[in-house]
């Protein structure tokens, strides 16, 4: 972040400082569209979701990576400072399909969720969980295989994870296993999440697009149920929805 006067930018961290727009491993080298209308107004990016320390070996032949799901950046000023946000674009929602809700959901230990709308392993998941404690917390997407990718928060270090050590197919990179983490301040005591998955990628964005996360996992079979969990104290589940994923329809024109 900073001042271009068409020459030089000053930057307005001091030297050295990152600001990572996705603190995944499989975001790379993005790119934001060009000539969209003005009466839009939307700067819309999508990156490659893939990693060059693995890229030539991930498991999936002929092909080798695939697109993020396109979002939307935004500016917000916070006590002085101002932060990039990174968002699902709102077209999104035209490939949700059936639909299911989850409410005030004490977790004292674990929760299993199993509905028809994560059956084909492509969806969408939106909740909002209330931090009363240092307890950490998350949903764990899980498979008959008994293989997860897990993505929880550690209020007491005030960062955000993903965890594919355990997702499936990890073996073919000594890269590609392990666990991911992004810092993520919490408002109001709480933290709101969507995360997006498909076959073989998991994309997170917690606390309005502070907090994204991007990566991919190779499953033996598609993740199709859900682990709600808590350790070291219960936590509230305020609410949690679901969709299923399927092609685009925009209103009244049909499917794309």
């Avoid at 030539?56 to 006590?79: C, S």
């Avoid at 808590?230 to 925009?250: A, E």
Wanted: hydrophobic share 35%.
């Amino acid at each position: 972040m900073g001042d271009f006067d068409g020459r030089q930018f000053s930057a307005d961290d001091p030297p050295g400082t990152v600001r990572w727009l996705d603190f995944g491993a499989d975001n790379y080298a993005g790119i934001t569209y060009n000539n969209v209308p003005e009466k839009d107004g939307r700067r819309i990016f999508i990156g490659w979701m893939n990693n060059w320390r693995y890229a030539e070996k991930t498991p999936t032949a002929p092909w080798r990576g695939a697109m993020t799901t396109p979002r939307e950046l935004t500016l917000t000023q916070e006590d002085g400072r101002v932060f990039l946000l990174a968002q699902p674009v709102s077209e999104l929602t035209g490939t949700r399909t059936g639909g299911f809700r989850l409410g005030n959901e004490r977790i004292d230990s674990e929760k299993i969720v199993r509905e028809k709308e994560l059956s084909g392993g492509v969806f969408e998941i939106t909740a909002e969980w209330e931090v009363r404690s240092t307890a950490g917390f998350g949903i764990a997407l899980t498979n008959e295989c008994g293989q997860e990718v897990v993505v929880g928060l550690d209020p007491a270090a005030g960062r955000l994870w993903i965890d594919r050590s355990r997702s499936g197919h990890t073996d073919f990179s000594k890269h590609f296993p392990g666990v991911h983490y992004a810092p993520i301040s919490l408002k109001g005591g709480r933290l709101t999440a969507q995360i997006l998955v498909d076959t073989c990628s998991v994309e997170v964005f917690a606390s309005g697009g502070r907090a994204v996360m991007t990566d991919l996992v190779f499953p033996s079979a598609p993740y199709d149920q859900l682990r709600l969990f808590s350790r070291g104290g219960p936590v509230t589940v305020l609410s949690l929805s679901g969709w299923g994923l399927g092609r685009y329809r925009r209103h009244n024109e049909g499917e794309i």
